[in-house]
């Protein structure tokens, strides 16, 4: 079965998710999809599952256009997903979830279908546990066969290892490859070169919701993370800071989540000094910002600012102390969708009275609306506005003086002209002795923008100055050029 | 025929002239809901126009009618006052009705300790000051269960609600029974000297009225001018988002909880000590007006001034409603069906709206 994409479209409001993507997935092969957090492959793939429906462009099985209106007709076809986070129901047994979605029979039938696909892959379940009290990587596993057993025959991974074990890891990759071997196609959607090296003959890169790249594997690493962090250009010198005051210190800081630890880092941030954090997602730098914002508590270490130490306190105490954090994620985590350009300059007042002097307030809201060429009126909610208005409003609701600015991609989702205004203020605010650290997946923008750039690998950092930077040395690093895996 | 035409379509344009989308389409919901209840009273055998005809009547036909209806206005104001500020938060306070009770419970406590000692009027508030301090505490009880123990601010309250109202039983029976009887029938009712005045024999209480409608100006004023409101608002659609532009949200949050608390603890004192209440305290105290509260504040679409014509509508349903048990032997819970299917009618409306600006999940699944 031949599964082809033809200039697939997918907006949401103004972003353009994917953009008229095509791709072509032969049967027997593991297809990788490879590209950053915001590329578009999960929207891509949410489109061939069913799961999304395409603004434009077709899918076609063997020639044969088709339209899904629900993952279950895409099923219907042999197409099936294996989601990010598994789609099953903790509070039922294993053999309970596997029947889920299949015609109807009998308990014994599914009981021994079950065992019989497990014994294929040498699985092992216990059919009457119940799923809450599996691990990640035997949930994907039951998941897989589930699939399996509705005779799906495309299967799609949504960054199947992101929570699972080595061990595990190596089982589902030998299943898979036993998948392809009978004919069957696998689509493989990741962010990790080495895994994309390990299990797929054949890959796709995706960038901005285009097509970047497609090559046959093996393939060297700097050539796919070119295509995944965009071309070598001629660089732009940055004014070089000149040995300030430190602002920000940081030091044998030591933070985890689930998945990561970032171990006995230190760092001293200058006045108006910009500090780059470079790495692939999901590798430190959103930890690293989380803490210094002291959203994140510390396991290790002491944060300072200007000699104060705020380790320990609240985020509120970090914002008195002049430490803003934009997020990445504008609607989700930065602005109120709700609520007016108007009613975010009031709520970003700290000192108030009471009551909300209204006129007071329009002024305010329309005087940040030029300054920062915001396209709306105070009285525009903010879910209408596009990413850049969103990102400059954001901006503008900073506070007056600020220490330490930290920023998750800050131009992600961009136009140019939007990033170079982005980048104006930014620049504005350090040389009013604003220390400044950003997260981005733009190579160009890190080796241009920064002072200093921390690249991080599996949550080790290695620090380098700008001046010795390079997108190549930079795209080496990333993919842990000269380190164990 | 062609004049008839002509009328209805002018009819139509002038509405669709005068409405707009959304205005259109709760009229339609409204005659929808209209429709279904003329056709349950119909189902009862009886005539739709005749049960409209006697709501009408039996709520403003005659002076103590409408003054029985403005009685009822009173606590359903306090409530919803109350609640449009926890659904500002996005809070769902169905422990509302255990705020009023501990009102009650907390009113009638502090008149069982001072009303003989202060003056009747310091009394009174005082009463009222307990009361308010009673809702509160319920109300932050139940904010403290849902930030700090992870209980949902849903079956908090209601936990709170049953263990308020087992609390007023066991006062009415123990602690505070009325000498000589056990009965749940209620305490030892209050001398006339603690009871708010009435207007010179007309059955309604205006320092209670007027209390309420300072409320929920109160209220309106908050939610439409104040910081506090506007971090409400900000909190109630993205905690995480507002969190980060700086606002303290558990401190916030508790806050509202405390002063919906304390509304509703207002209305549990007018049910002890306003001029047409039983001035006791007895069981079920809160009479369900917290829940018609909720479904005045949804009907309103959490808009303050609508919530206060649509309180006064309410409230005339459940008088008028009472004269169909006299008259027609119809059972007054009909006034609850028509309430009830008015609430269904006007927030299906509101789904339709909400379909069209996000597909769910159960609209693309066969």
Known sequence: MQVELRGITRTFATLRAVDRVSLTIRPGVIHGLLGENGAGKSTLMKILAGYYRANEGTVAIDGEPVRFYSPEMAMDRGIGMLYQEPLDFPNLTVLENFRLGAPAGSALAARRLLCRLAARFTFTFDTDALVQTLSIGERQQLELLRLLARGVRVLILDEPTTAISAAQREKLFAALRQLAEEGNSVLFVTHKLAEAAAICSRVTVLARGRVTGEAPLPCPDATLVRMMFGHDLPRVAKPAVTAAQPRSCIRGLTVADRHLTVRELSLTVGAGEVIGLAGLEGSGQRLLLRAAAGLLPVAQGTITLDETVLTGRGYHDYLDAGVAYLPSDRLGEGLVAALTVAEHVALARRRHPLRIDWPSTLVAARTLIDEYQVKGTPETRVRELSGGNQQRLLLGLLPEQLALLLLEHPTRGLDIESSLAVWERLAARARQGTAIMFASADLEELCERSDRIIVFYAGQPTILAAADASVEKLGALIGGAGRAA | ?366
């Open chain 2, 1 to 366: 025929m062609t004049r008839r035409h002509t009328l209805r379509h002018r009819l139509a344009i002038t509405l669709a002239l005068w409405l707009n989308r959304a205005q259109r389409r709760r009229l339609a919901g409204l005659l929808i809901a209209l429709a279904l209840a003329a056709l349950v009273v119909a189902v009862l055998g009886a005539s739709p126009w005749h049960v409209a005809e006697l709501i009408f009547t039996g709520s403003f036909g005659t002076p103590n009618a409408a003054a029985y209806v403005i009685d009822a206005w009173v606590p359903l104001l306090f409530c919803a006052a109350a609640l449009l500020l926890t659904f500002a938060a996005g809070m769902w306070n169905i422990g509302i009705e255990g705020q009023i009770v501990m009102g009650a419970v907390f009113a009638t406590g502090a008149l069982r300790l001072w009303g003989a000692i202060l003056p009747p009027a310091a009394a009174l508030a005082v009463a009222a000051l307990a009361a308010i301090l009673g809702g509160a505490l319920w109300a932050l009880l139940t904010g403290a269960l849902r930030f700090w123990g992870n209980v949902n601010e849903i079956f908090g309250g209601l936990g709170l609600y049953f263990v308020a109202n087992s609390l007023t039983v066991w006062l009415v029976l123990g602690p505070w029974r009325r000498a000589g009887i056990a009965s749940t029938s209620g305490t030892e009712p209050f001398p006339p000297a603690l009871w708010l005045p009435d207007c010179a024999g007309f059955p309604v209480g205006p320092v209670e009225l007027l209390l309420a409608l300072a409320a929920f100006v109160l209220v309106a004023f908050l939610l439409r001018g104040s910081h506090f409101g506007l971090r409400l608002k900000a909190l109630g659609n993205n905690v995480e988002a507002s969190a980060r532009l700086g606002v303290p949200a558990v401190r916030q949050l508790c806050g509202a909880f405390v002063l919906a608390g304390g509304l509703a603890g207002l209305a549990g004192w007018t049910q002890v000590v306003g001029a047409t209440s039983r001035h006791q305290l007895y069981p079920l105290i809160s009479n369900g007006y917290g829940f018609l509260a909720i479904m005045v504040v949804l009907c309103a679409g959490f808009r303050p001034w609508r919530s206060l014509l649509i309180a006064l509508a309410f409230a005339a349903i459940a008088m008028g409603s009472l004269q169909l048990a006299l008259q027609l032997q119809l059972d007054s819970a009909l006034g609850g069906v028509i309430q009830g299917l008015l609430v269904l009618g006007l927030l299906t409306a509101r789904g339709w709206q909400w379909r069209q600006r996000k597909r769910k999940v159960w609209q693309w699944t066969r």
